[in-house]
């Protein structure tokens, strides 16, 4: 059996670990030119879910190094007013574990060589008389397998083609990604889990990415032939709403001019956070949701997985968890295929079904927690 994926991100690499164990002939096409074309340093809150997807997919000898590049995060999530005053307990939060999204997708492109192809956007597809599907690429080229996957993330091109009506909501206005290196004072920021500023207008969203160990010298002691990025702990904030500031792809400089403006008079810890943002991981960002989306019948040679289905905002800390618990339970269905105990179409459709279930509760669960975070919303 031979699958092809459409996008190398979270749940397209885990998706491909998943069928290299279990011997399956698999490709991964990504639209970028290369791992590092856009630097997605997030931090991401992976929960029970996503961390058993990557323990089953990956292969056991890289279960150490993910473990020594994750992070701790435990204690109370509290909000606080914007000038640090204390509002209220959101409550404890033991069991999650940080990862950072840049160092995460490095790890997972670890041992799939050629592999993966950068540079190769799926444009569209066709399903062939055989029962094969043909997967067609931006540069007029193509490539024949048993299954596509589209795992090509918020604006998949294979979702595009496969639920044509299938709607995707953008929120009103817009947030603020930034990242700040940590320091004892930023620190201080966040004493537990994560902390939630209720500010005038504007909310701000604070978590630590403290790595176990240095994500380079751990892959150079754990796991040699794996090259992970040269990284430093940081603080992961996000500003939103921002409905005031201008939309649309700007210098940092201007976005950042626009948001110390809108933070005019809070605490100068959050004020400073905000001035001493790296550059190159501090973006504005457009937050969207997918609307449920009903079963599309079963025996095509195309499925779906991760922010391709099912998008939502960032407030349920949901989207990767889901994306990779995706991938897990698509591995698990397609090893069974390979194994001769299952047939590729009912295995696809038995998948298909459980996801869309999941998958849009973790919408609407997302959705339900936004207004915790926006308070301009209520
Ligand atoms: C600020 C922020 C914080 C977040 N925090 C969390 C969190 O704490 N916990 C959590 O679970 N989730 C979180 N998320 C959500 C999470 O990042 C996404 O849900 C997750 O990355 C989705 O994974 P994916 O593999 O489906 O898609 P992606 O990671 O988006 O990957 C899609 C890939 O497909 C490629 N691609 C796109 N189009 C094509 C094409 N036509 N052909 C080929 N390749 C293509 C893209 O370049 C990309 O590499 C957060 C998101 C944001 C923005």
Known sequence: MKVL???????GLCLAHGLLRAGVDVRVHEREDG??????????????HGLAALNA???????????????????????VDHLLGEVRSLGRADEGTAADRYVLRRLLLAGLGDRVEFGKPVVGYTERADGTVEAHFGDGGSAVGDLLVGADGVGSAVRR??????????????????????????????????????????????????????????????????????????????????DDLPAGPRPWAAVRGDLL?????WHPDLVDLVRAADVVNSSPLTVRYAEPVPHWGGSRRVTLLGDAIHVMPPSGGQGANTALRDAALLARSLTAVQRGEAELPAAVERYEQRMLEYGFAAVAESLERLPDFTPARR
């Open 5 to 11: 994926v459409a996008g190398a991100g979270l749940g």
């Open 35 to 48: 791992p590092d074309s856009r630097y997605q340093g997030f931090r991401i809150a992976l929960n029970g």
């Open 57 to 79: 997919c990956l292969p056991e000898r890289l279960h150490a190094l993910l473990a020594a590049v994750s992070g701790p995060m435990a204690g109370e999530r509290r909000a």
């Open 161 to 242: 083609q496969l639920l044509p009506g299938a709607e995707v909501v953008t929120l009103p206005g817009h947030a603020v990604l930034g990242r700040t290196p940590l320091t004892e004072r930023f620190a201080a920021l966040v004493p537990g889990f994560g902390t939630v500023v209720h500010g005038p207008g504007a909310s701000m969203l604070l978590g630590r990415m403290e790595f176990r160990r240095p994500p380079r010298l751990a892959a150079a002691e754990l796991a040699p032939d794996v090259r992970l990025p040269d990284t430093g702990d940081y603080l992961r904030w996000v500003v939103m709403p921002t």
């Open 261 to 265: 403006a809108l933070l005019d008079g």
